[in-house]
């Protein structure tokens, strides 16, 4: 089956450093996408990964682990429009075709 | 023009009505989506159309019925929906079904059924 998992909630202070972490089990893996989200908006690209490694966009960083599962969303010095849900997606063609798979997603808060 | 518009921005509709939501893209991208999200929770993937032909439907009831009349335009049917499909429409677009990039996403439908 298909499983991808984040923490709930996060809390973090404004111009500090957090880690969104997210494990995933797919059957066909073809690349893993960060999406930000603010409340009743739609969902806005971040970030992407196929390889392993690190991937750096300015503020943002991602990385992944394809033998382990796993991935995570770096945010440096956190402003307070950073507080929105972020969402792990994997691209996934396990099932013969390709879908993008939403992970339970984080709500981030940041403090000030 | 690297947007998805969708429209209406809000629907409010009763369990007997039917009603459609619109989604609209001129990227040139071949492949559209439609995804349900609840409160709180992450999109859930309903259906996906390549080329507009349905490629996908995730076991999505029939009282929803999806439309792909052109390459540019994607509709969502809604007919006899029940309280629980209350939640934000997200339609979305990429490239191909085969090509591996990001989506673009429209900011959605919000649909309250009474």
């Known amino acids: 089956g298909q499983n991808i998992d984040q923490p709930t909630e996060m809390t973090a202070t404004e111009g500090a450093i957090v880690q969104i972490n997210c494990t995933y089990q797919?059957?066909?893996?073809?690349?893993l996408f960060w999406y930000q989200q603010h409340a009743g908006e739609a969902p806005t690209f971040l970030s992407y990964?196929?390889?392993?490694g690190l991937e750096e966009k300015g503020r943002f960083s991602s990385f992944l682990s394809r033998s382990k599962g796993y991935s995570y969303l770096l945010l440096k010095e956190l402003q307070m429009k950073d507080s929105a849900s972020y969402l792990c997606?994997?691209?996934?063609?396990?099932?013969?075709?390709?879908?993008?798979?939403f992970g339970t997603g984080t709500r981030l808060k940041v403090l000030a | 023009d690297t947007e998805v518009t969708q429209t209406p921005k809000h629907l409010v509709m009763g369990m007997t009505n039917k009603k459609s939501l619109k989604c609209e893209q001129h990227?040139?991208?071949?492949?559209m989506y439609w995804y349900k999200q609840k409160a709180k929770k992450p999109p859930e993937l309903m259906f996906v159309?390549?080329?507009?032909?349905?490629?996908i439907n995730e076991s999505v009831p029939s009282r929803f019925s999806p439309e792909c009349p052109n390459s540019s335009l994607l509709n969502l049917h809604l007919h006899a929906l029940q309280p629980e499909d209350s939640a934000l429409y997200l339609c979305?677009?990429?490239?191909?079904?085969?090509?591996?990039?990001?989506?673009?996403f429209g900011s959605g439908t919000q649909l309250s059924v009474l």
């Open positions: 990227m040139g991208h071949r492949a």
């Open positions: 997606a994997v691209r996934d063609a396990g099932s013969g075709t390709y879908k993008y798979i």
């Open positions: 979305a677009s990429s490239q191909t079904v085969a090509t591996n990039e990001k989506l673009f």
């Open positions: 990964n196929v390889l392993d």
């Open positions: 159309y390549s080329y507009e032909k349905l490629s």
């Open positions: 797919t059957s066909g893996f073809n690349g």
